[in-house]
């Protein structure tokens, strides 16, 4: 168990009251960033955690997909750098890699290589229990969070006829001791293995309403030590799929240790096997041969690891005609994405900040300590700061007609042949790159690409989908021009 006190810094003032105490359930990056917020509006802030909480980067049981790839993207970048501020900083010095997209990037698009030359924004690459373990340092900084490890949260309790939540009932997993959890808020940040729909059963609220879009995607992943000297021209590789008929997709991105991360996708049922000679086979199957080749002269460091959890499923806690006071939910235990896009760790950091935000705009209209009414307004700020991430992740997975849950209607088709010509306009232009690579990074909302110039570059460009992976007509990209030339894109 370890203790901290919060500065203000990033994330707002204390409350003066020294009564306020805050409960935040599950460990993992939404549950961190939901702790460094409330410490700085609530006195105490207890977290809980079922797994044991390593010092060091190391993957955990509560984190299954921890094994295959993840980037932080610009937004979330720039959110968790305010709410800990040198972030990027000790990222850096423990071995993150930063990666300027597109800049440092080939990315093969349905229509070809991304422009280059476009000004674009910094990623940092590194592996999942890097980025965590670096967040949990720097909250068990803060002498007014508790960690409680190995414990796991079994229900809350709720008083009088409005359902106002005040404590959680938790368990030792260890000892299968008991104990009771007061607090003035509640936050359950458990992931996709929430009991929030269960509790509030329970509570005797009515059952929310789910949406679920399955494009049935299952990764495998493994980790290369980069051979001595290598360079191919790239940081990073991203070729993606070709609806509807190429539904593979590989990514490879460096990582911690001079290592990369290889994560090959698969959709609609074609699924990246976890043997040496299919995961090589899959890889040279892809729209180009550029991961096959380099993995083919690297050194493997781990084994082929697999995962299925990547159904699109939202909680619309939101819509509720009823929801208990002074408890709220986060995360994937309101909405989880396809962990293809890797929105997860940023749509994770949109959600403290909407947080902090709503807590900022209570506290000028309350005395302090004074909670209630935050709760339903948040739960609706979430659900608006969600829909720009849903729609991307949904929409592209639309495309394959194997998705279920989702209907590919008239208007999302015509949207799809919009976005085409935009996306063929962004390996022809580095302005129409630049427009389309801050709305993968979240730098801006999807709206962006309905701007007049947007729309009048699209307008002139007509897709047409590239040829087969490996053909000699489809031109690797080009090294990006000097940096005079993309301050002129600007």
């Known amino acids: 168990m370890t203790s901290s006190r919060a500065s203000s810094a990033g994330a707002g003032a204390a409350a003066a009251s020294e009564s306020t105490r805050a409960v935040v359930i599950g460990g993992s990056m939404a549950g961190l960033l939901t702790a460094r917020v409330l410490a700085g509006h609530l006195d105490r802030v207890t977290l809980i955690e079922r797994d044991a909480l390593p010092d060091e980067a190391e993957h955990r049981k509560g984190v299954p997909q921890s094994r295959q790839l993840h980037v932080l993207l610009a937004r979330g970048l720039q959110i968790i750098e305010r709410l800990f501020p040198g972030y990027r900083a000790d990222l850096l010095a423990v071995g993150a890699v930063p990666v300027r997209l597109p800049a440092d990037l080939w990315m093969l698009t349905p229509f070809g290589w991304l422009d280059r030359r476009a000004p674009g924004w910094e990623a940092l690459s590194a592996s999942r229990p890097l980025f965590e373990t670096t967040v949990r340092r720097r909250l068990r900084d803060l002498p007014n969070v508790t960690i409680l490890q190995r414990h796991e949260a079994t229900g809350v309790r709720a008083l009088g006829p409005a359902g106002v939540v005040d404590a959680v009932r938790v368990r030792n997993v260890d000892t299968d001791g008991a104990q009771l959890l007061e607090a003035d808020l509640v936050a359950d940040t458990a992931g996709r293995g ?11 609220f009515p059952a929310p309403e789910q949406t679920e ?12 030590r980069i051979p001595d000297g290598f360079d191919g021209g790239w940081k990073a590789v991203m070729l993606a799929s070709q609806p509807p008929s190429m539904p593979r997709t590989g990514y490879l991105w460096p990582v911690e240790g001079g290592r990369w991360m290889v994560s090959l996708m698969g959709a609609g049922g074609q699924h990246p096997p976890t043997d040496e000679d299919g995961f090589a086979e899959f890889a040279r199957s892809l729209r180009d041969p550029v991961i096959a080749d380099a993995i083919s002269r690297a050194e493997p460091v781990t084994p082929i690891r697999g995962h299925h959890g990547t159904t699109n499923r939202q909680w619309h806690f939101e819509r509720m005609p009823r929801w208990p006071e002074r408890f709220i939910a986060l995360g994937d235990a309101v909405c989880a994405f396809n962990p293809i896009y890797g929105q997860g760790m940023t749509v994770a950091a949109i959600g403290a900040k909407a947080l ?18 935050v709760a339903a307004p948040f739960q609706r700020q979430l659900a608006r700061c969600n829909t720009d991430a849903w729609m991307l992740s949904t929409g592209e997975d639309l495309r394959f007609p194997t998705t279920t849950g989702g209907e590919r209607s008239a208007p999302t088709r015509a949207l799809h042949r919009y976005l085409d010509r935009v996306v063929t306009a962004a390996t022809r232009d580095p302005q129409m790159a630049d427009a389309y690579i801050h709305v993968l990074g979240m730098l801006a909302r999807p709206s962006a690409l309905f701007a007049p110039h947007v729309v009048a570059m699209a307008a002139r460009t007509r897709p047409q989908p590239d040829v087969a992976a490996g053909s000699a007509t489809v031109p690797r990209p080009r090294s990006p021009l000097a940096a005079e030339t993309c301050e002129a894109v600007r």
Not at 194 to 199: G, L, N, Q, V
């Open 213 to 224: 879009i399955d494009p049935d995607i299952a990764y495998a992943s493994r980790i290369y």
């Open 356 to 373: 902090d935000d709503c807590l900022r705009k209570h506290s000028t209209r309350h005395s302090a300590g004074d909670l209630d009414g």
């Open 194 to 204: 929430s009991r929030t729909p269960h509790w509030l059963a329970e509570l005797g």
